[in-house]
């Protein structure tokens, strides 16, 4: 091994706690241009500034979204975001123009996450998986 100089962007942790049904409705209202089922929350131009590139750092790359990952699958667009605690890990990626989300919230054995991620003692209850037709 020898020692590589590089820059590091290092970020804090959300340190966010949800449930997957949450994370449902959260998608349905950002599918939504903002509206959940009881109420608007964002105004549908708010949602295209936060899903928009802002931090670009080379033209070839997606770039950043104001709190969301930029990507794209197959020339299908997407925004999203991803999560992971020692033990825990979780993705939100929604395919904006063919308006489908997916909510991944899995459990790993701690020694499955990376060395950055922060040990907590959290214990975690199984819950069955929720679709969205299980959420209004």
């Given at each position: 091994?020898?020692?590589v100089?590089?820059?590091v962007?290092?970020?804090?942790g959300?340190?966010?706690y949800s449930?997957t049904?949450?994370?449902?409705?959260?998608v349905?209202?950002?599918l939504?241009?903002g509206a959940?089922?009881h109420?608007s929350?964002?105004?549908?131009e708010t949602l295209a500034?936060?899903?928009d590139?802002h931090?670009?750092?080379?033209?070839?790359?997606?770039?950043?979204?104001l709190g969301?990952?930029?990507?794209?699958?197959n020339?299908?667009?997407?925004?999203?975001h991803?999560?992971?605690l020692?033990?825990?890990?979780?993705?939100l990626?929604?395919?904006?123009?063919?308006?489908i989300g997916v909510?991944v919230?899995?459990?790993?054995r701690e020694?499955?996450a990376p060395?950055a991620?922060v040990?907590?003692?959290h214990r975690a209850?199984h819950r069955?998986?929720?679709?969205?037709?299980?959420?209004?």
């Open positions: 091994l020898r020692p100089d590089r820059e962007l290092a970020v804090g959300g340190a966010a449930t049904a949450d994370l449902v409705r959260y349905k209202a950002l939504g241009g959940g089922r109420a929350v964002l105004q549908p500034v936060m899903f590139s931090f670009p750092p080379d033209p070839r790359v997606p770039g950043m979204g969301f990952l930029r990507g794209d699958e020339r299908h667009r997407t925004v999203g991803d999560g992971i020692s033990g825990f890990l979780s993705q990626t929604i395919a904006l123009e063919d308006g909510v919230l899995g459990a790993a020694r499955a060395p991620a040990p907590t003692r209850a069955p998986a929720a679709t969205a037709g299980d959420v209004e």
